[in-house]
């Protein structure tokens, strides 16, 4: 029986403030196949980071469950929670979070260095994931004599260099122009074409468009989820219509 990467059943996630609890996820279910390469798209607010962060394993629901590759993690607590984050997940976020003072290859090669990886072999599989986003000429260079592009695609090997099963990345072109913004999909799309799964969170339809499978959130339910052919035809009726 062929398994899915990711199956969420009537996920919840409430945040409590003030002693009020607020109903962020509704219950939101899909499953997610190995290999495929999807956008979650939505309003601010809508949720996208709160279930990113759950599909990352850098928090927990509060209702409902999840299965990652054949492990439940819903009920996981947080040292077990790290352990299958370490293993299993890639995570990109829109802020790059490189170490100014480390060069590209080092700033990759840093999750090896936890996973107590020997220094040789974590360079050549740092250079190996520089290869991989095409800046393995730019191994020896600090974050500072980078363009912004070329920071996310170091932040892209870091986040492959474990070879997790699952790449995730919230907000990957928030900070990038639409240029590098498109070289930065096309990576995802290499990275997929080999063999990953991607999942990435982006409000820009046509950053979405990129993507196979597209899933619409809206006030924490899901509203849509599109192949990519019914996204395109849906974005393009949709602008059709005068607002
Ligand atoms: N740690 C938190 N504590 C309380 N409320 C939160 C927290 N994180 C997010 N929220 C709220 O949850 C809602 C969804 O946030 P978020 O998942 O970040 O949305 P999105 O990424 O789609 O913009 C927002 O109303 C936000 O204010
Ligand atoms: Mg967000």
Redesign the pocket.
């Known amino acids: 029986m062929s398994q899915s990467i990711i199956t969420i059943d009537t996920l919840r996630k409430s945040?409590f403030?003030a002693q009020q609890a607020?109903e962020?996820l509704k219950g939101i279910s899909f499953s997610i196949e190995r290999n495929e390469y999807v956008a979650l798209m939505?309003?601010?607010?809508?949720?996208?980071?709160?279930?990113?962060n759950i599909l990352g394993c850098l928090d927990s629901p509060t209702g409902g469950k999840y299965i990652l590759n054949g492990k439940d993690v819903s009920k996981m607590q947080d040292n077990e929670l790290a352990d299958v984050r370490n293993i299993e997940i890639g995570f990109v976020f829109q802020q790059f979070n490189l170490l100014p003072r480390l060069s590209a290859a080092e700033n990759v090669a840093l999750p090896l260095v936890y996973a107590g990886i020997p220094k040789k072999e974590r360079l050549d599989r740092a250079q190996e994931a520089l290869r991989k986003v095409g800046l393995d000429t730019r191994s020896h260079h600090k974050p500072n004599e980078l363009s912004g592009g070329q920071i996310q695609r170091v932040a892209i090997a870091r986040a492959i260099v474990n070879n997790p099963s699952l790449l995730l990345a919230?907000e990957p072109t928030g900070n990038l122009d639409t240029k590098t913004s498109v070289e930065v999909m096309e990576i995802f799309g290499k990275i997929q074409e080999a063999g990953n799964t991607v999942v990435l969170?982006t409000h820009e339809e046509d950053i979405a468009a990129y993507a196979k499978r597209v899933i619409r959130?809206r006030d924490?339910i899901i509203e849509k989820d599109m192949q990519q052919a019914e996204f395109l035809q849906y974005a393009k009726t949709k602008h059709s219509v005068p607002a």
């Open positions: 945040y403030m607020v962020v939505g309003p601010s607010g809508s949720g996208k980071s709160t279930l990113m919230d969170v959130l924490g």
